[in-house]
């Protein structure tokens, strides 16, 4: 049997070939990571928005909460307590402390939130009586 001759240019084209194709692979293959490396960027600047964005309007819902509760217990006296639409009469200084809730622990009017009044002020619009009273569970 004979061998068929191979010439010289295929054995130095044979190497340089694959060589090249090595070459193409891995540069496919880099710019397939650095694709996946913007998309993974992406996708984190996505979820961090989120999350911040969550993170801020919950506090804002949570700080709204407790500012209208420490507001309507603060004032809730200032309107006549529960029934202010349906009580013509304008409570006297002294009457103000049951506007507070009741602790059922000291047997007294305390606030649930926020300190307690140690004094209550009450006045009447075009008249010049001015009325205080002594919050006696203050210190409690």
Known sequence: MK???ISPAFRLRWPLIILMGSIGLTALAAFDAQRTVRGQDDLVKRA???VSSFA???YGEHLKEQLSLTAAEAIGAVNHGGNMHTNPKVPDAEELV???PMDARCDCHRTRLGPNPATFFGFKLGTTMFDFARNVNANL
């Open 3 to 5: 061998q068929l001759p």
């Open 48 to 50: 961090l928005h989120e």
């Open 56 to 58: 801020a309007w919950s």
């Open 98 to 100: 049951h506007y507070i």
